[in-house]
């Protein structure tokens, strides 16, 4: 998860500059809350558009493992994003969709679970 992080870091470091050419006043009221949806949707499309051309972000690659529905077949545009704001929800209310994992039998997501989908290990 750190990792992920550190690499959608660098995502949106390059968003947010791209961001700030095009909209030149921080102090305006209209700025932060456009800013914050704008990073959510950079994140968004960067997870969404990885897990539906292979199943694998780079960070995924890396621990080699891939997220897959249910039935092990690849995911949808619609799974991915909804598995995408179940997780930016689950995240925002206390960590509870990772937390839920502990707790799960089989040790998935809130967000894996409701979506339909799952991750597993890749073996090359």
Do not use: C
Not at 55 to 67: D, E, I, N, P
Not at 81 to 106: C, E, K, N, Q, S
């Amino acid at each position: 998860m750190l990792y992920e992080f550190l690499l959608l870091l660098g995502v949106w470091f390059i968003a947010s500059f791209i961001f700030h050419l095009v909209f030149r006043d921080p102090t305006a009221i209209y700025f932060k809350p456009l800013f914050q949806f704008y990073l959510l949707s950079v994140a968004g499309i960067y997870f969404i558009w990885f897990w539906t051309h292979g199943g694998q972000t780079l960070a995924m690659q890396t621990w080699k493992m891939r997220v897959v529905t249910v039935n092990g077949n690849k995911l949808s545009t619609r799974q991915a994003i909804t598995r995408y704001l179940l997780a930016v929800i689950g995240i925002t209310f206390f960590g509870f969709g990772i937390i839920w994992a502990l707790f799960d039998r089989d040790r998935q997501f809130l967000h894996d679970r409701l979506a339909g989908t799952r991750i597993v290990k890749v073996e090359y």
